[in-house]
């Protein structure tokens, strides 16, 4: 089987099965009107949490390497944003421009796409390093990214406040207790908490189909191509170095390339609006880097699986 053999197999096997389930999203999106915001407090607020809890209380990953992902992931994301910031600095005159660069820059769309996408390739036992990765990168968009879209107007008090009130992280502390200690949930409770927490993948991919619905009419465009590149191109290079360097075992380094590879998170059109950014930038570069990552996408899994 040739290389363009080999791309094809991975789209169908891997990508196309998400693209399905985001496409019956922005097919009911477009025909019967679902509320986007509505369905994705009900992500946020409930399947989520559950997601990351049951993941965390389960796992058996080894804790060495539960601390290397997430150290390694903030990193990426650090990094990512650093790049941005320096990339701008013609821009600095377009200051709501910048920040929705550096917005999508350190904003990967690790749940909606990532999670399904790292389950489909790489199995079910990596899922729970992509979660611990899903955390981290949920930690930065409520805290570091609300504070670059804020572009240093609200307090880094109010940030912190904003970071307090997301759901998930309660969920990662939670799990970790429960998984360290060893204490048993009646057995009702788990079941429901994982019950919920099977829902999110598909929920999440449903809420991306919604959210593309909307008619994006493109605006800033060498800002939009500027936030793409450096998601789709330097992040996967960024991670790999990263992951080398850290020493990290590459069956777990795989999880955070591909976590810190994805398009650009749905969640910063929540974060753009809050912040009075460019929506019409945002929505833009959230439509291109999705339309574009399942070319990026199998090609890295394809440098992935043969470096195994």
């Given at each position: 089987?040739?290389?363009?053999?080999?791309?094809?197999?991975?789209?169908?096997?891997?990508?196309?099965?998400?693209?399905?389930?985001?496409?019956?999203?922005?097919?009911?999106?477009?025909?019967?009107?679902?509320?986007?915001?509505?369905?994705?407090?009900?992500?946020?607020?409930?399947?989520?949490?559950?997601?990351?809890?049951?993941?965390?209380?389960?796992?058996?990953?080894?804790?060495?390497?539960?601390?290397?992902?997430?150290?390694?992931?903030?990193?990426?994301?650090?990094?990512?944003?650093?790049?941005?910031?320096?990339?701008?600095?013609?821009?600095?005159?377009?200051?709501?421009?910048?920040?929705?660069?550096?917005?999508?820059?350190?904003?990967?769309?690790?749940?909606?796409?990532?999670?399904?996408?790292?389950?489909?390739?790489?199995?079910?036992?990596?899922?729970?390093?992509?979660v611990i990765a899903?955390?981290?990168?949920?930690?930065?968009?409520f805290s570091l990214?609300?504070?670059?879209?804020?572009?240093?107007?609200?307090?880094?008090?109010?940030?912190?406040?904003?970071?307090?009130?997301?759901?998930?992280?309660?969920?990662?502390?939670?799990?970790?207790?429960?998984?360290?200690?060893?204490?048993?949930?009646?057995?009702?409770?788990?079941?429901?908490?994982?019950?919920?927490?099977?829902?999110?993948?598909?929920?999440?991919?449903?809420?991306?189909?919604?959210?593309?619905?909307?008619?994006?009419?493109?605006?800033?465009?060498?800002?939009?191509?500027?936030?793409?590149?450096?998601?789709?191109?330097?992040?996967?290079?960024?991670?790999?170095?990263?992951?080398?360097?850290?020493?990290?075992?590459?069956?777990?380094?795989?999880?955070?390339?591909?976590?810190?590879?994805?398009?650009?998170?749905?969640?910063?059109?929540?974060?753009?609006?809050?912040?009075?950014?460019?929506?019409?930038?945002?929505?833009?570069?959230?439509?291109?880097?999705?339309?574009?990552?399942?070319?990026?996408?199998?090609?890295?899994?394809?440098?992935?699986?043969?470096?195994?």
């Open positions: 089987m040739g290389i363009l053999g080999e791309l094809l197999s991975i789209f169908i096997n891997n990508i196309a099965p998400i693209l399905v389930i985001a496409g019956v999203g922005f097919v009911i999106g477009r025909h019967l009107h679902v509320d986007a915001r509505s369905f994705g407090r009900v992500i946020f607020y409930a399947f989520s949490p559950a997601l990351v809890f049951s993941s965390l209380a389960s796992s058996k990953v080894d804790r060495t390497e539960l601390v290397q992902v997430s150290v390694v992931m903030a990193l990426v994301l650090v990094s990512l944003l650093v790049l941005a910031y320096l990339s701008t600095a013609g821009y600095r005159d377009n200051r709501v421009g910048r920040a929705g660069v550096m917005l999508s820059a350190m904003c990967p769309n690790t749940g909606n796409l990532g999670l399904p996408l790292v389950s489909f390739v790489l199995g079910e036992v990596a899922l729970t390093y992509a899903f955390v981290v990168a949920t930690i930065s968009n990214g609300i504070f670059v879209a804020s572009s240093g107007r609200s307090s880094i008090i109010r940030a912190l406040l904003n970071m307090v009130r997301v759901p998930t992280i309660y969920a990662a502390i939670g799990g970790l207790v429960v998984n360290i200690t060893g204490f048993a949930l009646p057995l009702p409770i788990m079941r429901s908490v994982s019950l919920l927490g099977q829902a999110a993948v598909p929920a999440m991919l449903i809420l991306l189909g919604l959210e593309l619905a909307q008619a994006a009419k493109f605006a800033q465009f060498r800002l939009i191509g500027l936030g793409a590149g450096i998601r789709l191109l330097a992040a996967p290079v960024i991670a790999i170095f990263l992951v080398a360097l850290f020493e990290v075992r590459w069956e777990v380094g795989m999880v955070i390339v591909l976590q810190a590879s994805m398009p650009v998170a749905v969640v910063t059109l929540i974060i753009a609006n809050e912040f009075q950014l460019n929506m019409q930038q945002q929505l833009g570069t959230v439509l291109v880097t999705t339309l574009l990552s399942p070319i990026t996408l199998s090609v890295l899994i394809l440098l992935l699986q043969r470096s195994t």
